[in-house]
């Protein structure tokens, strides 16, 4: 079970995302902040897997919360989330060790999807940004567009499905292929967009909107 502290000064956001997350059998929301100090002194308390944070808040902004809770304990990790794009944002989000950073209009199934990852180990950056050699900047459409060049109807429906964490099996049983020759697909779309494994597809997907 993933333990998650959502932070945002916003009530109606708060209760938003806890209702729509409540619905993961496999995260339990155990704290909810309006504040970054009281992020900070929930993490102190509970010790969660991840912070789910805004930056825009009373008394101690987001990245500033995020800075101290690593400093506190570096194995709690924290995603921004936010529907601001700054430069000077993202990379303080860098230098202060924060997992990812999302876009706050994220589709439910794809928070799920990249708070999921981020649990299991990789950073997950919004497809909005490009992050590389130590530094975020803001990725242009164009950029994205490049790096779907190439995929076909069928890659991107399959690397639709692994981002939602469905199982090549079941990924098999939608598009009425046997398990073999998904698994071989697959292979070959791993090799065509440069990751390791399904995890690291389901970050790539995730990164590029998918």
């Known amino acids: 079970m993933i333990k998650l502290v959502i932070a945002d000064d916003n009530p109606l956001i708060r209760e938003g995302i806890k209702r729509e997350l409540s619905n993961s059998d496999d995260i339990e929301i155990i704290g909810m902040a309006s504040t970054g100090t009281e992020a900070v002194q929930l993490s102190i308390k509970h010790s969660p897997d991840i912070v789910l944070m805004d930056i825009r808040m009373p008394e101690m902004d987001g990245l500033e919360a995020a800075k101290r809770i690593k400093e506190i304990n570096k194995n709690i990790k924290v995603i921004i989330s936010s529907s601001h794009f700054e430069q000077d944002y993202l990379q ?25 990852n981020v649990t299991n180990g990789f950073d997950v ?23 779907l060049k190439g995929l076909s109807d069928q890659d991107l429906r ?53």
């Open 92 to 116: 303080k989000a860098m230098e202060y060790n924060c997992n990812g950073y999302v876009d706050k209009d994220t589709e439910t199934e794809f928070f799920i999807s990249i708070i999921k």
């Open 125 to 147: 950056w919004s497809g909005k940004l490009d992050y590389k050699t130590g530094v975020v900047s803001i990725k242009s459409e164009e950029d994205n567009k490049e790096d």
């Open 158 to 210: 399959i690397i639709g499905y692994v981002v939602r964490g469905i199982k090549l099996n079941d990924i098999a049983k939608e598009m009425n292929y046997s398990d073999c020759y998904v698994r071989q697909l697959m292979v070959k779309l791993n090799e065509k967009v440069g990751v390791r494994n399904t995890r690291e597809m389901a970050v790539w997907g995730a990164r590029h909107g998918l």
